[in-house]
Structure formats: C-alpha cells, structure tokens
C-alpha cells in the first residue's frame, strides 16, 4: 500500500530529526582510532576528554631516536609536545574510519637543541685513505645528520604515534683521497670481488663485535705466495681483546659467549674469496645453522674460533688488500689486485640430505661446488645440527637442486 505524501513527508522529517539527535550525542558508527583505542560509541562531548587522557598516557612514553648504531632517550616533555585536542576531535568526528593521525605543537628552540646534541654525537668529518707498509687505511665519507629532512621524518612518525624512530636522512661528504685512488697510485688497481651481507636483523652488540672485527681486518695487505691467517689478524676475540657477549655457535647451539658476530666477517670474506683465484688452505662450517647465521647460505660460510677453526688462505700469483667495512646496514668485503681477475666463477649450494635426529632437530648435509671455466675448484659437504622446522623451510626453499650465485 502506498502511503501517503503528507506521512511521507512527516516520516522523513521525524528521521531527520532522531538522526540529527543521535549524531550530536554519539559518534558514527565506524572504525575510529586513537592509537589503536577505539572512539566507537563515544559522545562527542567525550571526545576531548578521552584524547587528554590518551594524550597523557602517550607523553609518558619518552621518544627513542635511533641513528646508525646509536639510541637516544628523549623525554616528550623536553620538547613541549602537545596534541592539538580541538583539531583531532574535529578528524575523529568526521573520519569515516581509520586511525586519527597525532595532530601536534613542539617547541622549535628546545627540538634544535635537542638534534644539536644528537649531531655532535652522530656527525664524522671525512677520512682520507692513506698506506703504510703493512696496511692501508681506507677512506672513509663524512657524514652529517639532514636536519630539515630529519625534522619532517621526525613530524610523520610522532603523527603516525610511533615513539621509537630510525632516522636515515643523512648527506654525505667524500674524502679529498679516495681508496681506489690511492690503490691505483700503488699499483693495485684492480677490485676482483665484492662481497656484502646484511646486518639489519642484529642487535647492538653483534653489531660492535662486527665492527671491531672488520676495522682490525681492513686495509691488510696480503703479499704474493703469503699464507694468510683470520685468527692471526683478528685474535681470539674475548672479553680482554674488547670483545662484547652475544650468541655463539658451539656444538650446533647457540649460547652466550663473546666475540659472536666475527664469524659474519670471515664468512662475507670468505664469499668474497670464491670469486677470485685464491687458494682457500682452511676453511670451516659452523656446527649449527640458524636464521641469525643466515646472512650467507649453508655451505657458504666459514667459521672461526681461535685454536680451532680458522680461515687461511694464499694468493700464488699477485699482492692483494682486504677491505671490510659496514656500508648501509651491510657488511662489505672488497679484494683489490695487481691482476684483472680473468676467469668468472660458479659457485652453487645443494641440499643433499636432512635426516631427522629428534626433539625436534635434524642434521642437515649440504653440498657445495666451485668452479672456473675449465675444472672444479672446490667440491665439500658439510653438515649442521638444524632444527627440523626450519630444515623444512631451507628445504623449501632451496630444494635439492644446485642454486648459483654470483
């Protein structure tokens, strides 16, 4: 039946009025957030309330800034942060669902001071390359902290609610002396290989260890027919050699022990090695194989431990330096020459075998071949102490055929 047009009329005026009345006392129904604190249900005269409180709880979280390898604590309150409680009520009234970005004021003159104090800890001048008779010394870029850039990451994440930031903006400054300047002054103008692996998934002291390891190996020169020694350079890496505690490999587990993180640089030099006409005398796999050791496949790493594994390798025909050095959260290994490398290398990992071996672990059989143009180079298995599940991802992975790499 239809109605009539008065009723109607007097239907759409009543809706109008009851919408109108409930939209002036609750908020919309919708997916509204504040810091992942739902607004559903709220009266809009709650809304200012609620978001002081929120905001309250949120100054009490100080701001953690991360720059390279560095955390500085900042209290919210020493910049005078504050919430735009007005502008923010406004957003979470009309946002038909969504998070309410953090609409804020700070302090301009306490902030400056703040990044003033940040960039006296974080900025270097650049370093030129130099030599001496046994080692060179790379060049090394300058670097300054970006502060308009920093300031405007620093705004979208504050907005964004975070309160742990990793600041990236930097500008770089090149040394009046480049390495490979310096090199090709010397003679040793060739780079045979680079090799680099991540370090964006270690904490800060496998970080330190690592840097500590790749500054004492950088810059060594290795002289023709030399038989050369990880160990040797390097030292046991304990806690007299200034070395801090972390997670090491020991009979396929990882405990805590000092030093953990050197094995990434033997392992990165290691794969630089492969790709050159090295002569590899001692190379060791680790007992275990991890996703914190997986920086380089199984079959491709090289462990150390003084007195027991080491790294030691000779170059029969020509002089060479190892550079190592953290660029961009990777770990680089760079072999310069006399001598144009002549013969490309292929170098594959297979997963030959994983034999279960209870409470959840397996031994895992992994081949490995190298090879030139003409012949077989290096051809080995090695076997590690894996968990089972993580046997099964590998497996997955990788599967049982030869996987290049270059």
């Known amino acids: 039946m239809r109605l009539p047009w008065k009723t109607l009329l007097i239907l ?50 100080p701001l953690e800034i991360q720059v390279q390898n560095k955390t500085f604590t900042i209290d919210k ?63 090394r ?14 705004r979208s994440a504050i907005s964004q609610g975070q309160s742990t930031i ?70 046991p890496a304990e806690k007299k050699d200034g070395y801090l505690e972390t997670k090491v490999v020991v009979n396929g587990k990882l405990i805590p022990g000092y030093g953990g993180g050197v094995c990434q640089v033997s392992s990165t030099l290691y794969n630089a090695l492969l790709k050159t006409d090295a002569k590899i005398i001692e190379r060791s796999p680790h007992s275990g194989y991890f996703p914190t050791t997986s920086y380089v496949l199984p079959g491709l790493d090289a462990a150390v431990s003084d007195g027991f594994k080491d790294l030691r390798f000779t170059f029969p025909d020509q002089k060479v330096i190892l550079l190592t050095f953290v660029e961009n959260d990777h770990l680089v290994a760079e072999i310069w020459g006399e ?27 992994v081949e490995t071949v190298v090879q030139n143009q003409k012949n077989t180079e290096l051809h080995y298995s090695d076997i590690y102490r894996i968990s089972a599940e993580y046997a099964k991802e590998l497996t997955s992975t990788l599967g049982g055929e030869a996987h290049p790499h270059p």
Do not use: C
């Not at 998070?99 to 990044?115: E, H, M, Q, S, Y």
């Not at 870029?141 to 620093?154: D, F, H, I, K, V």
């Not at 013969?343 to 297979?350: D, H, L, N, Q, V």
């Open 339 to 365: 001598v144009e490398n002549k013969t490309a290398k292929k170098i594959s990992t297979s997963i030959r075998s994983v034999q279960q071996n209870g409470n959840g672990e397996a031994m895992m059989e």
């Open 12 to 61: 759409g005026v009543a809706g109008f009025f009851i919408y109108t009345l409930f939209g002036f006392l609750l908020i919309k129904p919708g997916d509204v957030t504040v810091l992942g604190k739902e607004l559903h249900g709220l009266r809009r005269s709650e809304v200012a309330p609620f978001l002081q409180i929120t905001e309250k709880e949120w100054m009490e979280v």
């Open 166 to 235: 990793r600041l990236h903006s930097f500008d770089l400054i090149p040394p009046a002396v480049g390495t490979s300047a310096l090199l090709k002054a010397q003679r040793i103008p060739y780079l045979l290989s680079h090799h680099e692996t991540s370090l964006l998934e270690k904490d800060e002291k496998t970080r330190f260890n690592i840097q500590k390891a790749a500054d004492t190996l950088s810059g060594i020169i290795v002289e023709k027919g030399y038989p050369f020694s990880f160990n040797q350079v390097v030292g």
């Open 141 to 154: 870029p300058g670097m300054q902290l970006n502060l308009a850039q920093t300031l405007e990451q620093m």
């Open 77 to 139: 309150k020493a910049l005078s942060l504050q919430w735009d409680i007005s502008r923010m009520k406004n957003d979470a009234l009309h946002l038909p669902n969504g998070a309410v970005p953090i609409t804020f004021l700070w302090d301009d003159g306490k902030v400056n001071r703040v990044f003033s104090f940040i960039t006296e800890k974080i900025n270097r001048p650049p370093q030129n390359a130099s030599w001496s008779s046994h080692q060179v010394t790379p060049s």
